[in-house]
């Protein structure tokens, strides 16, 4: 059967090109009959999606060291098939990406841009606008209006050598603003990509840029009303309430599926379901009416409420489907109808246009910074949020397939700007914004460091309700007293699900606005009991962080470095231990949070292994004074040793506590640091001699060989039964006393003696606390800089 296929966008029935193309059915019946499967639509749609999805992730895989963002690897995924490179082969381009596939491409594609901008409008809180402030609200307007009236004297200054289509008055605005305005959706995407949605400078950004979407909103709704005739724009406009009205009746619906969802359970999907058809049915209406198909898919997400239960579901459900097999094909649609060659013939019309593109690029650039210098931001943390402020992306590609069927001349030459500038800009970002550079601080924050008789300052990290008690117990053995209490900032960690801008709640201070995170009531209660039986020893405040993993560690050192902490204590999931691989625990944020907080926190760490009948103590009454807790402590040498040790001295002085510290070293000082050396002698000694009359602390020092012969001094010790074993975790240790060990141990966050101890039955039934000091990391070497350039915590 023969078709006719018209190739020519938006021409009409005269002006397009028609190709006659035979077509066969959907399904062959097999190569082994003769039959070329690439006659048949289905196999080929197949190949085609395998092929661009391949090239897609390829790139994404050779561009990530580099720190492309996703966007850039989809782009040039498209372009590779297209006539630019793939494509100039006659036969691939006739037989694997024939014409018809183009229609098939866009419309699949379409159907994942749209989607794509309501799990967008899913993931923004429409009312962070209402607390945006005044430099939020300055970068986001200033950041549009001066580039907009910049591109927009350029077109008016050179209107006569444009195309005719780009002299019309709505076209020039339109096309003033989308390159004016940055949009939500673009820079969300990218920030997450690098890290950065917890960081002073994204969430800056991602205020900014609530307020740029606003104004591309309504840009983008004039534009479509002003380029048409008046009794036209007045349908349009009555659609567009129209539309409004049927979100709002979405909206009350959706409220009343998050009230009927009973609390921490989840959405019931056949709710989830009926949501995404309704996405249909709001694209159907906004296409027919006259809107642009992308605008009221994005007003409906923005009337999903926010977070769990609903947003989750709906993220979750959708958020991978959409973004890596339904829009490859709008990026191969764009591929296919990019050619950098025909630029060659167009100069005259790409060079306006292109000259456009720059100007206003590097006036945003320009206007973001003088905005940031004014509100005294530093230069290099100015420079980056101006370049995060101009990012380009998804939606971009959309508004161009958009002027595409408007006959906008130039195609090729917007594609490949907003790949190049977006290339470009992206790791500039990383190499001039450091998240972690507030973190470097010179002054000493460490238990060895603390003067006596002085308020401790600690940062408890805590995931849920199980891990509570263990951190109670440690802190109650901690010894708090009149002469030094500690002052406890307990940080609940949740992780980001469905919205996008990270949220951090002072409970004490933010108590309204917040009440989705009841979770935390019952570990807040716990806490209260407790410093009710503690009296003025201990004093509690309480914050909970809901951000992504990979950005989580963050907002723990923030808060630590803000509170001026000494310690930062990490839980560390039982589970996740016994299972030795991320991909079966069930708390697998713990392991990258953790191992990004020992990297880069201002002050020391501990990281605690709840695991026994410690845990199971919860309170002493305290008419009982006898023993009923016995500590061990391992001194392998080195700061983080130091620190162990200095914080078992702090438990010594609790009454029901009975400690055992046990220095290992090696036979004949072989492979000892000198400097080292002396300053664990040094603190050794004074630990000595303070409790040299305490009948309670037992010293006794080990001689060893190997790391066989720790390993045997350590089993040796399992004999006697403690609920705690202290141990450093690695830094300065003697190379001698783990030799032959390194290879074996798996938890990094814990250090070869602290993994041996809590995944062997040497401790069984006992908990073990891993201590590293503060490392300052302002004497880091700078050849370290590059490393952390690449490291997955740092972006």
Same mark, same amino acid.
């Given at each position: 059967m023969a078709k006719m296929i018209s190739v020519g966008g938006s021409q009409t029935a005269d002006q397009a090109l028609y190709i006659c193309r035979h077509s066969h059915g959907t399904h062959p019946r097999g190569i082994f009959y003769g039959e070329n499967p690439l006659d048949f639509s289905f196999p080929?749609?197949?190949?085609?999606?395998?092929?661009?999805?391949?090239? %897609?992730? &390829?790139?994404?895989?050779? +561009?990530?060291?580099?720190?492309?963002?996703?966007?850039?690897?989809? /782009?040039?995924?498209g372009i590779i098939i297209g006539p630019s490179v793939l494509g100039r082969n006659r036969a691939f381009a006739k037989n694997v990406f024939p014409d018809n596939t183009s229609y098939v491409f866009k419309n699949i594609g379409l159907i994942g841009f749209v989607y794509f901008l309501f799990l967008s409008g899913v993931k923004m809180d429409i009312t962070a606008i209402a607390k945006t402030g005044k430099k939020q609200l300055s970068i986001g307007l200033i950041g549009v209006l001066v580039p907009f009236l910049t591109v927009l004297s350029i077109m008016i200054a050179t209107r006569k050598t444009l195309d005719k289509e780009l002299t019309r008055v709505p076209v020039m605005e339109g096309i003033a603003s989308s390159f004016a305005v940055t949009t939500f959706p673009v820079l969300y995407q990218v920030i997450k990509e690098l890290n950065l949605l917890s960081s002073e400078v994204g969430k800056l950004a991602m205020s900014s840029v609530m307020v740029s979407d606003c104004v591309g909103v309504v840009c983008m709704v004039i534009f479509e009303v002003a380029r048409l005739e008046t009794i036209d724009a007045l349908w349009v406009l009555i659609s567009f309430i129209g539309i409004a009205a049927v979100i709002g009746g979405f909206w009350k619906a959706m409220v009343w599926i998050v009230k009927s969802t009973p609390e921490r359970k989840p959405v019931d999907p056949s709710y989830v379901v009926w949501i995404f058809l309704a996405?249909?049915?709001?694209?159907?209406l906004s296409d027919v009416s006259g809107l642009a198909v992308a605008n009221a898919p994005l007003w409906l997400g923005l009337a999903v409420p926010a977070g769990p239960p609903l947003g989750a579901a709906l993220v979750e459900g959708a958020d991978t489907l959409v973004t890596d097999v339904f829009m490859p094909f709008s990026y191969a649609f764009?591929?296919?109808? =990019?050619?950098?060659?025909?630029?060659?013939?167009?100069?005259? *019309?790409?060079?306006?246009?292109?000259?456009? %593109?720059?100007? #206003?690029?590097?006036?945003?650039?320009?206007?973001?910074l003088v905005v940031a210098l004014f509100f005294q931001m530093t230069v290099r943390d100015g420079l980056a949020l101006s370049l995060v402020m101009s990012l380009r992306?998804?939606?971009? !590609?959309? %508004?161009?397939?958009?002027?595409?069927?408007?006959?906008?001349?130039?195609?090729?030459?917007?594609?490949?700007? =907003?790949?190049?500038?977006? @290339?470009?800009?992206?790791?500039?970002? &990383?190499?001039?914004?450091?998240?972690?550079?507030?973190?470097?601080?010179?002054?000493?924050?460490? /238990?060895?460091?603390?003067?006596?008789?002085?308020?401790?300052? %600690?940062?408890?990290?805590?995931?849920?309700?199980?891990?509570? =008690?263990?951190?109670?117990?440690?802190?109650?053995?901690?010894?708090? *007293?009149? *002469? &030094?209490?500690?002052?406890?900032?307990?940080?609940?960690? !949740?992780?980001?699900?469905?919205?996008? #801008?990270?949220?951090?709640?002072?409970?004490?201070?933010?108590?309204?606005?917040?009440?989705?995170? *009841?979770?935390?009531?019952?570990?807040?209660?716990a806490l209260k009991l407790f410093q009710e039986s503690q009296g003025d020893y201990v004093k509690f405040n309480l914050f909970t962080t809901v951000s992504p993993t990979r950005t989580m560690y963050q907002d723990i050192c923030d808060l630590a470095l803000t509170k001026k902490a000494t310690l930062i204590i990490l839980p560390y999931n039982k589970e996740c231990l016994e299972t030795r691989t991320e991909a079966a625990c069930p708390q697998i944020l713990l392991r990258s949070?953790?191992?990004?907080?020992?990297?880069? @926190?201002?002050?020391?760490?501990?990281?605690?292994?709840?695991n026994g009948p410690f845990r199971d103590n919860i309170i002493v009454n305290s008419t009982m004074r006898q023993i009923t807790h016995r500590f061990a402590v391992l001194f392998l040498g080195g700061a983080d040793a130091r620190e162990a040790i200095a914080f078992a001295d702090r438990m010594a002085g609790n009454a029901d506590v009975l400690l055992t510290a046990i220095r290992f070293l090696s036979h004949n000082n072989e492979g000892d640091d000198e400097m080292e050396k002396k300053l664990d002698d040094g603190l050794v000694t004074w630990f000595w001699v303070k409790n040299e009359g305490n009948k309670r602390v037992v010293y006794r020092e080990v001689v060893v060989q190997n790391g066989e012969e720790t390993v045997a001094a350590?089993?040796?010790?399992?004999?006697?039964?403690?609920?705690?074993?202290?141990?450093?975790?690695?830094?300065?240790?003697?190379?001698?006393? +783990?030799q032959g060990l390194s290879n074996w141990s798996q938890n990094n966050e814990l250090g070869v003696i602290g993994d041996f101890i809590a995944s062997t039955d040497v401790g069984s039934g006992a908990s073990v606390l891993v201590v590293q000091q503060q490392v300052l990391r302002g004497k880091e070497p700078a050849s370290r800089g590059l490393l952390r350039w690449f490291s997955s915590c740092s972006y």
């Open positions: 080929l749609l197949l190949l085609d999606a395998i092929i661009v999805i391949f090239f %897609i992730r &390829s790139f994404h895989f050779l +561009l990530k060291p580099l720190k492309q963002p996703h966007i850039v690897s989809k /782009i040039l995924g996405v249909m049915v709001i694209a159907f764009v591929g296919m109808y =990019t050619d950098v060659s025909s630029m060659v013939g167009q100069w005259s *019309s790409v060079v306006p246009l292109f000259l456009m %593109i720059l100007a #206003a690029y590097f006036t945003k650039v320009v206007t973001v992306g998804q939606v971009e !590609i959309l %508004i161009f397939m958009h002027w595409m069927d408007l006959e906008v001349p130039s195609f090729t030459m917007l594609i490949i700007s =907003t790949t190049v500038l977006t @290339a470009i800009a992206t790791p500039l970002i &990383s190499i001039l914004y450091d998240p972690t550079r507030p973190y470097k601080v010179n002054k000493r924050r460490a /238990i060895q460091y603390t003067p006596p008789n002085t308020e401790l300052h %600690i940062v408890a990290c805590i995931h849920d309700q199980e891990s509570v =008690t263990g951190f109670l117990n440690l802190l109650q053995v901690s010894n708090p *007293s009149a *002469s &030094s209490p500690l002052a406890v900032y307990a940080l609940r960690l !949740i992780e980001l699900v469905g919205r996008a #801008a990270p949220v951090f709640v002072d409970h004490e201070q933010q108590a309204q606005g917040f009440e989705q995170y *009841s979770g935390f009531n019952p570990v807040h209660n949070v953790n191992c990004c907080v020992l990297a880069h @926190a201002p002050c020391s760490v501990g990281v605690l292994v709840d350590i089993r040796a010790m399992g004999k006697d039964y403690y609920d705690l074993w202290i141990v450093g975790r690695k830094n300065g240790i003697n190379p001698v006393l +783990l």
